[in-house]
């Protein structure tokens, strides 16, 4: 599946794959786990939406509320690893990342302007993400309408939103084969790219 053995050939297919599943909303890798550290509970993790991956900055970026708690786990320790899985090839990656939080920037602006109004919708809510709505009987109203918000209804959004921009330092390739595991690792030591073999 990666068009050859080489661990140049296996890199330059991972970030082709990530860039491609920033576009293609079937794309396995386009919903990874990211995990944090949590100073309650050790660790937390959840399904993100992939939104960019750039090879020339090796970096990745997910969009999210402002008031969520992860963005409170990422003030405490910016570090987030990432975990790709694609069950049709039986390839995992698991990423290493450091983060910067984009709320109020050129760059959290860019991305606004861009990111879809269906899309925007989930920072409209009144409550932070994760607090409790004070009602026990019944669920939190639609957040949509009844109808598709228009563009200048949700900027009331904007102030909710973040991009999470991370930066990687590590790359875990790992393939389920027939004829046996391999697993390669890139490493980002001094400005370049290393890498190498590893047992599975
Ligand atoms: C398919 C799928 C995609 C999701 N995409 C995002 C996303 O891009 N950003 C985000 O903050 N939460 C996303 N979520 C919700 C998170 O998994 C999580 O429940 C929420 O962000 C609260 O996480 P936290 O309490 O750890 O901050 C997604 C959930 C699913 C099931």
Not at 182 to 188: H, L, P, V
Not at 190 to 200: K, L, Q
């Given at each position: 599946?990666?068009?050859?053995v080489?661990?140049?050939?296996i890199?330059?297919?991972?970030?082709?794959?990530?860039?491609?599943?920033?576009?293609?909303?079937?794309?396995?890798f386009r919903?990874?786990?990211?995990s944090?550290?949590s100073?309650s509970?050790?660790?937390n993790?959840?399904?993100?939406?992939?939104?960019r991956?750039?090879?020339?900055?090796h970096?990745?970026?997910?969009?999210?509320?402002?008031?969520?708690e992860?963005?409170?786990e990422?003030?405490s320790?910016p570090?987030?690893?990432w975990v790709?899985?694609?069950?049709?090839i039986?390839?995992q990656?698991r990423?290493?990342s450091?983060?910067?939080?984009h709320s109020?920037d050129?760059?959290?602006?860019d991305?606004?302007r861009?990111?879809?109004?269906?899309s925007?919708?989930?920072?409209l809510?009144d409550?932070?993400s994760?607090?409790?709505?004070?009602?026990?009987?019944?669920?939190?109203?639609?957040?949509?309408?009844?109808?598709?918000?228009t563009?200048?209804?949700?900027?009331?959004?904007?102030p909710h939103?973040?991009?999470?921009?991370c930066e990687l330092?590590y790359?875990?390739?790992?393939?389920i084969a027939a004829?046996?595991q391999?697993?390669?690792?890139?490493?980002?030591i001094?400005?370049?790219?290393?890498?190498?073999?590893?047992?599975?």
């Open positions: 599946m990666t068009g050859g080489s661990l140049q050939s890199f330059a297919w991972v970030w082709n794959e990530l860039a491609r599943a920033t576009c293609e909303p079937q794309h396995p919903f990874p786990v990211i944090t550290t100073t509970h050790g660790s993790a959840r399904i993100v939406v992939l939104r991956a750039e090879e020339l900055t970096s990745l970026e997910f969009y999210t509320d402002l008031r969520s992860k963005i409170g990422l003030k320790d570090r987030i690893t790709f899985w694609d069950p049709s039986q390839v990656l990423i290493r450091t983060v910067t939080i109020d050129p760059l959290a602006n991305r606004w861009t990111c879809p109004t269906s925007r919708v989930i920072f809510t409550w932070a994760g607090t409790s709505t004070g009602d026990e009987e019944s669920p939190p109203p639609p957040l949509w309408p009844g109808r598709m918000i563009g200048e209804e949700s900027e009331r959004g904007r939103f973040a991009v999470v921009r330092n790359v875990d390739f790992y393939e004829e046996g391999r697993r390669a690792c890139f490493q980002w001094n400005d370049r790219w290393s890498s190498g073999w590893m047992s599975p």
